[in-house]
């Protein structure tokens, strides 16, 4: 079982940063891919990026430039730092896990781009 827990939402203006994090616990192994989905308000919820375990990183092509995901395996710690945000950043930002064909979310963190 895992536990993922994000922080670091919050609101900020149009071109600002923010910078997301996730803590894992649990039974985490040594092969997995950690990422971000976000869902905006009467939305799907869409992928946003991920990491592997070796550093295999990729974007969705609305936040490739602007956001950097990273993690640190050693104490499964997954990074997400927002930069130039725009309006339609505004969403509920999940952390997933996945690890031997099982899914893990934690229980997002708001994200609000506004001025």
């Known amino acids: 079982q895992v536990t993922l827990v994000e922080s670091g939402g919050g609101l900020v203006q149009p071109g600002g940063s923010l910078r997301l994090s996730c803590a894992a616990s649990?039974?985490?192994?040594?092969?997995?891919?950690m990422g971000w989905y976000r869902q905006a308000p009467e939305k799907q919820r869409v992928w946003v990026a991920s990491i592997t375990t070796d550093s295999i990183i990729n974007y969705s092509e609305s936040v490739k430039g602007r956001f950097t995901i990273s993690r640190d395996n050693a104490k499964n710690t997954l990074s997400l730092q927002m930069n130039n945000l725009k309006p339609e950043d505004t969403a509920v930002y999940y952390c997933y896990l996945i690890q031997r064909g099982s899914n893990s979310w934690g229980q997002g963190t708001q994200v609000t781009v506004s001025s």
């Open positions: 649990g039974t985490i192994f040594s092969a997995n891919v």
